[in-house]
């Protein structure tokens, strides 16, 4: 992986709302949902707007949100040339809509966006690069070559240096390298489980999670648990490339690196819990295995927690199927 593109949504002030799910934007492009009223907003009409097929911003939309939801974009949206001018139309039609890219976007209209949990999500810098946020595209590098040279892995890995990375970013792509998430969202997120109401297995987990991470701070990289597909272990190798990057850095020297897995389940909550813990143990051992030499210069401690489905940042999605998905957030303290 060498680079993120992400594509926020902007919505008419008139429309009355501030966040949509993928699935109702899925609809409103397919012509299903014609009124803002349809899905909590005002009395207005639903005017799209889109950029002709020929402009890869349509074809990136069209695989992001309307392939998953088996559904085609209707013949009667509004097509316009460019992202500027779709931009600036959305403030003048009343009850328009139009996904652009974030870097085009005008973020005094851009909506929050959730999958199918409903958990709604900001396109700020932070949530793209931790792919909190689920209008991001990877931008990925293969070499279709077979090879056993040290010297591809190298080129790769190199691709998630800094420097590499503010190359990329003055041709349009978003950094990766890693960050620190405002403290206020994450009291947001902790404050918030004081007045959930959990299952007796929830609620010990709850209990522990408020108490590991009240002193920490989350750092952007956040890997996929679990059985991982091509483009998964991709994001994974560069997002272990991040915190090892991070770790390189003598202010956070002699911290304790905290390997966070969340997870849900179609079972039950004892499974999701055990399958996070499971994840977040798994990755612990994954950056012993790569940086042993960068854990023992930094005097590093390690540790793993899992805490199930409470209080994810995100919707929790995997491309590999099965009943059980698990992420890995990376706290340090």
């Known amino acids: 992986m060498v680079g993120l593109q992400s594509f926020s949504v902007l919505v008419a002030p008139n429309a009355g709302i501030d966040s949509i799910t993928l699935n109702d934007l899925a609809g409103i492009y397919a012509g299903e949902i014609t009124n ?5 907003g005002s009395d207005v009409n639903v005017l799209a707007l889109q950029l002709p097929t020929s ?3 349509r ?35 009343p009850g328009s809509i139009s996904i652009v890219s974030t870097q085009a976007a005008n973020a005094d209209i851009a909506v929050l966006v959730a999958g199918t949990c409903g958990v709604a999500v900001a396109a700020t810098p932070f949530n793209i690069k931790s792919g909190d946020y689920p209008l991001i595209r990877p931008v990925m590098a293969t070499y279709d070559a077979p090879s056993n040279l040290p010297l591809v892995t190298e080129l790769f890995d ?14 349009g792509f978003i950094t990766h390298v890693a960050s620190q998430q405002d403290g206020s969202v994450k009291n947001g997120r902790l404050s918030q489980m004081l007045g959930a109401e959990f299952d007796s297995v929830q609620r010990v987990a709850a209990a522990q999670m408020f108490q590991v991470l009240f002193n ?28 090892i990057a991070a770790m390189g850095d003598p ?22 819990v055990d399958a996070s ?26 540790s793993s927690y899992g805490f199930g489905d409470v209080s994810p ?8 199927e099965g009943p059980t998905h698990t992420r890995v957030e990376v706290w340090i303290r």
Do not use: H
Not at 36 to 40: A, C, E, K, P, V
Not at 69 to 76: F, L
Not at 313 to 320: E, F, L, P, R, S
């Open 277 to 302: 813990v499971a994840a977040a143990a798994e990755m612990q051992a994954a950056l012993v295995a790569t940086a042993a030499d960068v854990i023992a210069t930094g005097d590093y401690k390690l």
């Open 251 to 272: 202010a956070n020297a002699g911290r304790e690196i905290i390997f966070v897995g969340i997870g849900q389940s179609s079972t039950d909550s004892q499974t999701a």
């Open 216 to 243: 920490a701070d989350r750092l952007s990289p956040t890997l996929t648990g679990g059985a991982a597909s091509g483009p998964e272990g991709a994001w994974n190798r560069a997002m272990m490339q991040d915190l």
């Open 59 to 93: 074809t990136q939309m069209e695989a992001l949100v309307m392939a998953p939801a088996g559904k085609r974009i209707a013949g009667n949206v509004l097509t316009m040339s460019d992202e500027a001018g779709i931009a600036a139309s959305i403030n003048q039609f």
């Open 313 to 320: 940042a995100t919707c929790i999605y995997g491309q590999v």
């Open 36 to 40: 803002w009223s349809q899905i909590g």
């Open 55 to 57: 402009s890869p911003l």
């Open 158 to 171: 190199f691709a998630s240096t800094e420097t590499v990375q503010d190359m990329l970013s003055g041709e």
